[in-house]
């Protein structure tokens, strides 16, 4: 069954800490998005890769560090520059095509909190 | 098994018709249900609703959630041409801390 993985499911952050945030696809999808939920929010998108090796910051990246170097990958890296760590941080990929909408597809998601 | 169904998975209607996008659930411990609008990249958030049978509205669309059958619709009436994406019905589990996504319903309003 194809899918995304986002592990882990919880993680505690210290103060001055970086963590990373993991997440795997095996949809061969071109395509991947970090989102951030809070409570009574919807998503805010923080990066966004549409191909290996490349990757553009979306509405809310400071403080946050991703890398693309492979397709069925894409890690957040939370860094200690970024204050209000703690959230629902969602994972999602989708195809790629030039003039067409392709739904997104989610993974199970990883709260993260300060300790 | 969770899981969030929405239906159609794709809409054709003409500029001015009206629609009802459906979004049926089984989610153990149900905190709230989301609905969103996909077009380039991030999905708009359009609603979160909570209680049953409390409409909420913005302009043109509107939306309602039913606990005891499980179910929520999106309507937009008289559409437009910029109301052609996907719609995204996602609902939020409160113990188990995670959120479920639907596959979506494309729609695409023709001028």
């Known amino acids: 069954d194809g899918g995304i993985t986002q592990s882990p499911k919880y993680l505690f952050r210290k103060e001055g800490q970086n963590v990373t945030l993991s997440c795997e696809q095996n949809l061969n999808h071109d395509a991947m998005y970090w989102y951030r939920q809070d409570p009574g929010q919807g998503l805010r998108l923080i990066y966004y890769s549409q191909i290996v090796n490349d990757f553009q910051k979306g509405d809310i990246a400071e403080g946050y560090s991703v890398s693309r170097e492979k397709k069925e990958s894409f890690p957040l890296t939370v860094t200690s520059a970024q204050k209000n760590p703690t959230a629902f941080y969602l994972c999602?990929?989708?195809?790629?095509?030039?003039?067409?909408?392709?739904?997104?597809?989610f993974g199970d998601g990883t709260r993260l909190s300060i300790l | 098994e969770d899981k969030v169904v929405q239906s159609p998975l794709s809409l054709v209607v003409h500029e001015g018709d009206t629609v009802t996008l459906n979004c049926s659930y089984e989610v153990t411990n149900f905190r709230s249900l989301l609905w969103y609008k996909q077009e380039k990249k991030a999905p708009t958030f359009l609603f979160m609703l909570t209680s049953s049978g409390i409409e909420k509205k913005s302009g043109r669309l509107s939306s309602i959630l039913d606990k005891k059958e499980l179910f929520s619709i999106l309507n937009i009436t008289a559409t437009q041409t910029g109301d052609s994406a996907i719609y995204l019905c996602?609902?939020?589990?409160?113990?188990?801390?995670?959120?479920?996504f639907g596959k979506g319903t494309r729609l695409h309003i023709l001028p």
């Open positions: 996602a609902v939020e589990a409160e113990r188990d801390d995670k959120i479920i």
């Open positions: 999602a990929s989708s195809i790629v095509e030039p003039y067409s909408n392709q739904p997104q597809h």
